[in-house]
């Protein structure tokens, strides 16, 4: 059997004193003279006593604790970023907590409000997908809240954000393109209508207007009427021998994780990349140096992202004045992106 926790009246009861002295003199109350605190904190060190964080809490109205909702535990991505707010919230002394929405925006508000009857800190919410048409839901959240690289179009002010320039990285992907000589570039996207999906598709057209070329309809983001998103590694699969047909040279994709899907269906169709098709991701997680080829991508500063959200959040609990975050991604060439070769005619070839 284990033993008995000791509390805080087996502390009186052996230092001879009430139950309130020995609390007031654990939290250094001014109340209890410095002899009698020092002489009460070494008894308590001597019984391995364990101060019970419920009733601190209850004290202090404070948990100690932020929760974190992101859209999948399994996601890389999302390791990076919640290492970054765990780095930051562990030099607080918070401990965190996370919930899965999995990009469905009922769950995400039945998280959001399981942290609040829980009486987290404050909450962080990565791939938000509630806007101003959920704040009647979200209106009794009275904690702390920064959101993530929101996917709401019209997200509400009532809360703060740390998010990504996706538009600045789809001008990136297709710009390393163009600089490689290539003029039929594809947009490989995903199924659903987030902000994200959508900003990354203007910064590929932007990009193509400024080198005065045009985007082709049969190559740009991939739509479905249900709105419902497959896995990103499928749908790279599922999508690719539709650009290919189209004739692309060089294809940006919406993540490392739709690029892999690209990769794999490359193999199986015996396309070489990058000598007969380049690609580039969006992300830059850990994976996308290890495929065959390493991806070339644009890369979130992920942790940053973590810890920029967790110090906005440690900030607000302070009541500090914050204002919210565009973080700026950027290139990272690797093997899966080259110059476009030129086509040698057939009578040359033997």
Do not use: W
């Not at 990136?172 to 199924?191: F, Q």
């Not at 999906?197 to 207007?209: C, D, P, V």
């Not at 994709?253 to 000598?275: F, K, R, T």
């Not at 994976?287 to 070339?296: A, D, E, M, R």
């Amino acid at each position: 059997m284990s033993k008995r926790r000791i509390s805080i009246q087996d502390i009186a009861r052996r230092a001879g004193v009430s139950h309130s002295t020995v609390s007031r003199a654990l939290r250094d109350n001014s109340v209890i003279s410095p002899k009698v605190r020092e002489e009460i904190k070494q008894l308590a060190r001597e019984m391995n006593y364990v101060p019970n964080a419920i009733a601190q809490s209850l004290l202090s109205s404070r948990t100690n604790t932020i929760g974190v909702v992101v859209t999948s535990i399994a996601d890389p991505f999302f390791a990076e970023v919640v290492e970054g707010i765990e780095q930051v919230a562990r030099s607080a002394g918070l401990s965190v907590v996370l919930s899965a929405s999995h990009r469905d925006v009922e769950e995400e508000i039945a998280a959001i409000n399981n942290f609040n009857r829980r009486r987290v800190d404050g909450i962080l919410v990565a791939d938000s997908r509630t806007g101003k048409q959920h704040m009647k839901q979200l209106a009794q959240i009275a904690m702390p809240t920064v959101l993530i690289n929101s996917q709401s179009k019209e997200q509400s002010q009532m809360f703060h954000s740390v998010e990504i320039d996706d538009r600045l990285g789809g001008k990136l992907a297709v710009e390393h393109l163009v600089s490689l000589g290539h003029k039929r570039i594809g947009y490989l996207g995903v199924g659903d209508h987030s902000k994200s999906n959508q900003q990354r598709l203007e910064g590929y057209r932007m990009a193509l207007s400024e080198a005065n070329l045009s985007p082709m309809s049969v190559v740009v983001a991939i739509s479905d009427e249900d709105n419902i998103r497959a896995s990103d590694v499928a749908t790279g699969q599922q999508m690719l021998p539709k650009l290919v047909t189209a004739g692309v040279t060089g294809i940006f994709c919406y993540n490392d994780m739709v690029a892999v899907g690209a990769l794999l269906a490359c193999q199986e169709l015996g396309i070489s990349v990058p000598q007969d098709l380049s690609l580039v991701g969006f992300d830059g997680i850990a994976l996308s140096g290890y495929v065959t080829p390493p991806l070339t991508t644009i890369c979130q500063p992920m942790l940053e992202i973590g810890c920029s959200a967790m110090q906005m959040l440690l900030d607000l609990l302070q009541e500090k004045t914050v204002e919210n975050r565009v973080l700026s991604p950027f290139l990272v060439q690797r093997g899966s992106s080259a110059a476009l070769l030129p086509k040698v005619p057939k009578q040359y070839l033997i």
